[in-house]
């Protein structure tokens, strides 16, 4: 797990990046041709990390359900993100490592629910589910890459 974890962590620094890079216009412009935003890639791995970890283990989420609402799987950008929001949401980057972590550590992950995910794996335990994460995450940096393209 420690090199899961590892690589967990060194994708959402990369993620992080983009708040630092990008203005505010910048983060929320849906270039044509896309159906969301830098922001928008950011909130659905916060809010699918959160799904794939602690719902399918039975376990509190560490985030609202308006939050899961706007960038749940299917979803897409329907009104600007604001300066708050985006404060959160490069909160919540971070600091879920921290509360995956220790909630990993202190074994509160006890059952998992399989599942099989909307791209079609098949996620039969909890490590399944933490290398699905990253593989998840990296296909949304690589969306993230080509939209920045497009960003004056």
Do not use: C
């Not at 630092?20 to 950011?42: H, V």
């Not at 604001?82 to 074994?107: G, H, M, Q, R």
Request: glycine content about 6%.
């Amino acid at each position: 797990m420690e090199s899961i974890f590892k690589t967990w962590k060194t994708s959402r620094n990369l993620f992080l990046e983009y708040f630092d890079k990008y203005s505010l216009e910048q983060l929320n412009k849906i270039p044509e041709g896309f159906s969301n935003n830098l922001i928008w890639n950011i909130g659905h791995i916060i809010v699918a990390q959160q799904a794939l970890i602690y719902k399918s283990s039975n376990i509190q989420e560490y985030i609202s359900g308006e939050l899961f609402e706007l960038y749940k799987p299917g979803t897409k950008p329907t009104e600007q993100t604001t300066a708050d929001e985006i404060k959160e949401l490069k909160e919540l980057l971070i600091s879920l490592i921290e509360k995956t972590e220790i909630d990993f550590y202190n074994k509160r992950f006890v059952t998992f629910n399989e599942r099989m995910t909307g791209t079609g794996f098949h996620l039969s335990s909890l490590k399944d589910a933490f290398e699905f994460n990253n593989y998840h995450e990296g296909l949304h940096l690589g969306f993230m890459m080509n939209i920045r393209k497009f960003l004056s």
